[in-house]
């Protein structure tokens, strides 16, 4: 199965120049395919895949308000038309029920002053001992918090509001199921305790916002002195979303290790679980019923 390792880098203050400018490149792309399909279909006019790059990326390099987008590696234009193309392809797929899940909405453009993202495949990226090569922007540093199970077949770099940047390869990986133990377990979720348990077990909010909201608010208050379009509202890390982002990171941080933490801890001691929740949640089984299809909560 294909799963995703994500780790933290560190490029240079050159090569974060160089990413900026590929993000702009690859953020330019894709919202010219949007508008392109947007126009096409407008007119009542079928465009192909191929059509698309090639108005927005072949020919674009030829126009002069354009030919800047040579400076940056194809790679990484081409996976952006690519990212359009299912874009779209979710929306129709979504309106016509063909596409299980949530319903998706129109595609939407990307904005400068977000998270940014690029994504790249085997030939526009390389591993070189333990830096990350991506082309024309260089060998980056990573922190390898764990080894790899295999060869990455692609990677997307990400640059957070906050200013801190993170490589998420995809992987394949052998499906390892953990031995079954004969116990079923229901889990209520709710407002006052996480979770809790049809073995009684409770799991407690932790409630992680709370205890940053007094420094989000005091970010925020430093961010509504400054004048819209100043010098000091445009220095990095004071925008509303860096502020936002730079308060809630550590907040983020613990709350997916907590749920990561109890979610393990009960998938290992458990072989089967089910949800009986109030409201429905994506992914769980119908409510108070167990996969064998009896009733867990009375």
Known sequence: MQVRYRYRIYPSPGQQQALARVFGCARVVYNDCLRLRDACHAA??????????????????????????????????????????????????????????????????????????????????ALRGQR?????????????S???????????????ADGRYYASFVVERQATPLPGCGR????????????????????????????KERKLARAQRGLSRTRKGSANRARPGTGSRCCTARCGRPGSTMRTRSRFGWSATIKRSMRRTCACPG????????????PAGRSCCG
């Open 146 to 160: 764990r080894d790899l199970p295999s060869v990455p077949s692609s990677v997307t770099v990400i640059k957070e």
């Open 132 to 144: 990350l090569y991506v082309a024309k922007v260089g060998d980056i540093r990573v922190e390898w």
């Open 44 to 125: 009542g006019e079928k465009i192909s895949d191929i059509e698309v790059q090639r108005r927005v990326i072949t020919l674009a390099k030829q126009a002069p308000e354009r030919s800047w987008l040579g400076e940056v590696a194809s790679v990484a234009l081409v996976q952006a038309c690519q990212d359009a193309r299912r874009a779209y392809r979710n929306w129709f797929g979504s309106l016509s029920g063909q596409r299980k899940g949530r319903r998706v909405g129109h595609p939407v453009f990307r904005r400068k002053h977000q998270r940014q993202s690029i994504r790249l495949t085997r030939n526009g990226f």
């Open 184 to 211: 079923e377990i229901g889990i209520d979720l709710g407002l006052a305790s996480l979770a809790v348990t049809s073995d009684g077990d409770v799991i407690a909010n932790p409630r992680f916002l709370r205890a």
């Open 279 to 290: 409201w429905r949640v994506p992914g769980w089984p119908g409510p108070c019923t167990t």
